[in-house]
């Protein structure tokens, strides 16, 4: 367990922050994820909708978003995500939260919220997707992801190095999901590495593993059928 000194102004928000989580509890939705295996200390099955909505009203605090992240329960680690200040997060504090991390709704949470951020240098994705741990690297490839999806401007210059992780995540039936994603993502908003994540699919759709004949398929479809592109 990790100790913080006594700060009223903090304590305060933490308070109202947790009325606000009890008010949206369901109990229901907390067991459904309980059955499913999503492992948290604490649950209220608050929806997503309402933790992006509570999160919004609140300004970034890296002195909150601490607090709330060690306290292990499913809601604030969520909006502690939410509430982070990423430029003033230090990789190796940031990497304490990577290895906290235990199942892939907070997993895919941290990628959305926290890594697809242009201040987290590529160098720290590529660690967390060369890393033992499984679910550091989907919050990688779902950071990768949506960095091409809502900053598309920002630019990749080692992309090409995470393909051989991102096909290990791909050709993995637990992880096919954020390995698609960030294919799909870069190959959909990246006029750079278009050509390669097509070309990359096509050959994937004559491969041998069903997983990744399935990501190819996805990323094709993405492309040609969500975007309008021409398949010449």
Known sequence: MKFFPVNPDIDKKMDLLMKKIRHHKNGETSDMMKNSGAGYCQNYGVSLVHLREIAATMEKDNSLSRLLWYREIRETMIVATLLLDVEKMEN?????????????????????????????????LQSWLENEGFFMQYAAAMGAGWRFRLYPDAGFNLFETFLPHLKKLSGNPRSLRAGSFALRMAGGFSTRYRPLVLSLARD????????????????????????GASRK
Not at 101 to 111: H, R
Not at 204 to 227: H, I, P, S, T
Request: aromatic share 8%; net charge negative.
């Open 204 to 227: 994937w759709k004559a491969d041998d593993n069903a997983c990744l004949r399935q990501a190819g398929e996805e990323v094709e479809y993405e492309f040609f059928n969500c975007r």
């Open 92 to 124: 190796a504090e940031l990497e304490q939260w990577g290895k906290m991390v235990s199942n892939i709704e907070l997993s895919e949470q941290l990628g959305r919220n926290v890594l697809s951020n242009p201040a987290i240098n590529e160098t720290l």
